[in-house]
C-alpha cells in the first residue's frame, strides 16, 4: 500500500472519530514494514496539516477538527507503546536530554508532539510539557532538568510577543533554544529576529539540528529585539479599539442591525483577531506578517458565505481609528492593496 | 652634532648600518656604540631590523615605530629623518607608557573573567551546572586543571572535574577527603580557612587524574556559602612554583566567595524544589482517567501563573459504592492559592474514605459536612458535584448531585445543550444541608460537562471586560456535539483561556464525562 493510501485511510478515520480504525491503520502500516518516524512524520503528520486546510476551506466543521486531532493524539500515544518504540524509549537516552514545550497561549499542540516522540525514536531523553506552557513553569523546569537544549513550538503569529518572552527566558538559564511552527514565518526569519539560537521547518530538520549540538546562547550573540513604540500603543489601546470599531462598524455596515447577539459576537471576535495580528507585525515590524494573515482569513471568510468587501471594511474602518501609528496604517493599507490585488 | 645635548637618544646611522655620530644620551645608553661601530653590534637586534627596514625603504607606511628593551627599560624608535644616505634615530623612553598599559590589559582580562564568572555562575539555579561553571571557570582562569568538591551527602562527595582541555567529568565519590591535606578543613570551616598549597605529588589519584597530565602545583580553598560551607575548590597547576601573584590572590579569593554562594543557592533551590515535588504530588489533579463504560476527560488551570495547584479540584475514583458504579468528584474550595490547594488535599482524602457509601450522594455530602463543620477555620467552604458513572448497554447512566455549584451540562448528539437541575447547598457552612440526585442517560457520543465557576466568569473577550458566562459557553457547546470527551474538555479550556487571554482569572477546573462512539465489540 503506498503511504498516500494510508494517509487517507487515517484522514477517514480521524475525522470519523473512530481512534480503533485509525489505530489499525497506523499498525498496519508498521506490520508492513514501515519504519516508525515515517509513520509519525508522513501518515499521522500530514493527516494533522489536513485537518486545519480543510477547516479553513469550511470542508470540516470545528468539531470534526478537534475530533480529528483527539484521534491524532490518541494514534500517537498508541504508537508510543508499541514494541517497535519501546527499544528507544526505554532507553536512558544518551543523546542527551531535551525539553519540548509550546509557548504561553499556544494551543496547537500536536507538531510539538510529534517532535517530542521523533526525539524519543531517535535516543533522547525528552520532557514534553504541551500545550500553553506558562513561561514561570517552563523556568523553574529547566532549572530542575538542565536539559541540552529547549525546543519551542508555536503556530500563531500572535503568540511571537510570548514566544519572545520565552526565549529570552530559557537562554537567561543557560539553555539553547530551537524554535519551530508555522508562527516564525516559513523561512524562520523570527525566530532569528527574536534570538533563537536555532530554527527548524519540520520535525526531522529539528532532529538532525538537534543531533549536531546547538551551542550555549551567549549574550555577545546580540542585542535582543524590541518591540516598537507602536505595538506598545496598540496593545494599551486593543480592548477601546476593538469596542470603537464595532461602533464604527454598525454606523458603516447597515446590515449589522439584523445580526443575532452570535453573529455580533463573532464579527467582535474576528475585529480583536485582526487587531492581536497586527500587534504581532507590530512586534517584528514586518507587514508581510499581517498581508500573510488577511490573506489567510479571506479564504476562512469567502468559503463560510462572507463577501470579500467585509474585511477590507474592517480593516479600513480600523485604519480610521489608528491616526497617530503610521506604521500600523501603513500595514493596514498593504494588506487592504494585497486583498484587491487578489479579488481583481 | 644637532641636539648633542638634547635629554633624547639620537643616532646617525649609514644606509649600510654603521653608527656615525651619536649624541651623549645615546652614549649612555648603547654603551658599545660610537662611530663606526655597525650598529647591529652595538644596539639590541630590533633596532638594527627597523633601520634595515628604514635604510631599503621597506618600511611598512602607518605601521607605527618599533619598540622593543634596551636593558631593563623600553624603548620607542621614531626614524626623524631618512635620505639615500642614511638615517636620524631619535629613540624615546616609553618604560612607564608601556607598564601602564601592560598592566591596564591584564586588569581588562581580570574584569572579563569576573563578568564572564558572574553570569555563568548566577546563570542557573541547577546544581550540576553550577558545579560546573565553577570548574571551568577556575581551570580556565585560575589554574590548568581544577576540581569542585562538595560536602558529603549521603556517604559520597559529588566531584566535579575540568581537565586542561575544559572537559567535565562529574563522579560521586565515596572517599576519604583527609588524604588531601587542607581539604577537609575547607568543607568543614566556616568562615573559610585561608588557602593551602599542598605538594601534589602526594594526592590520590582522585584528585591528580590522569587526564590533567604534569601537575607541579596546586591548592585548596574554601568555598563559602550562606553561613555554611558550600564546598571546596582545587586548583592544579602545571608550573611548580607555589603562591599566587598579588593581583591573582584577591581574583582567586573574589572567585571562591562568588561560586561558593551560587552554588550555595543553586543547592538550596534544588532541595527546595524537590520538597515542594514531593507535597505537591498528592495535590496534584489525576491524569489517568479511563473509566470502565466511559470516557472521562479533565484540564485544570490554577489562577496564579507560576502555580501547579490552586482551590479547584477533581478525582476519579473508578469503581465506588457496592454497584459497577464510578465515581467523579468536581469541586471548589473557598480561595486560592496553596493555602486552598491543601484544603482540597484533605477533601478529596475525606471523599475517598466516604466510597462505600457513594451509592447515596446525599449521605456523603452530610459526612463531609460534618467534618468541614469540626475544621477551626469555619469560613472554609466547599462546592462539589458528585457524578456516579455506570455502563448502561451502550449507553451511560449518570447520576448527579450538585452542592451549590454551577450546574453540570448535557451535550446531546443533536447539538442541544441541557443544564441537570440537581440543586443543593454547599458545604462546610451550615450545619443542616439539603441536596436533590437526577439520573441522567448518555447516547453514545452525548457528554456530560462538569465545569468550575472559574470558567464562565472568566472576564474578558474581545472588549476585554465581558463575563464568559453560562450562555456563552452552552452556545460554544452546541458546536461540540459529537466531539469525544478530551476534544470538549480540551475546547472548553482553550476557550475560556483565550477569552481571559493575559487578564486575571480565577481556578478553572474541567471533567468532561462521554459515552463513546464506535466501541470495538
Redesign the interface.
Known sequence: MRIEERVEALWAAAIAGDEYTAADVVLAALDAGVPMESVLLDVVAPVQARAGREWAANRITVAQEHTATAVNDRVLAILAHHPSAGTHIGSSGGRGRVVVACVDGEWHAFPARLLAEVLRLRGWRVDYLGAQVPTPHLIAHLHRAAPDAVALSSSLAVRLPAAHTAITACQSTGAPVLAGGAAFGPDGRYARLLGADAWAPDARAAADLLAQGLRPHRPEDGPPHLPGHEYTVLTERAPDLVRNVMADLARRVPEMAGYTSEQRNRTAEDVAHIVEFLRAALYVADPDLFTSFTGWMTGVLTSRGVPAGALSAGLQTIAGRLPDLPQAREMLERAQAALRAGTR | MVGKDAPYPILDVTAAGVVERLNDAAQELLTGASPGVPLARAAPAWLAQAHRAVASGRARPGAGPAHGPVGDRVFEAHPLHADADRVVWWLLDVTGHRRAAEALRTEREWTGFLVEAS??LT????L??CLEAAARLAARHLADAALVIMPMAGRRHRVTACDPRGRIVREDLGVDVRTVPGLDGALRAFPPAPARWIDPARAPGWVLREEFGAIGSAVVMALPGHGLPAGALVLLRRRRQQGFAPREAVFARLFAAWAGAAISVARL??EQ?AITETLMAELLPPVELRVNGAEVAARYRPAG??E?VGGDFYDVHPAAGSGREALVVLGDVAGKGLEAAVLTGKIRNTLHALLPMADDHHRVLERLNDVLLTRENPTRFVTLVLASVAPSGPRVALRITSAGHPAPLILRNDGRVEAVEAAGTLIGLIDSITSSTQEVLLDPGETCLLYSDGIIEARG?????ELFGEE?LC?KLR??????A??VA??VQ?LA??WVG?GEHDDMAIVAISAP??E?T
Open positions: 553570569r555563568e546563570s542557573s539555579l541547577n550540576d551546572r533551590y534544588t524544589a501563573v507560576a501547579l473577550g474581545p472588549c476585554g471586560d456563552r452556545e458546536h461540540c456535539a459529537g466531539m469525544p478530551d476534544a480540551e475546547r482553550m483561556s483565550q493575559g462512539r464506535g470495538r
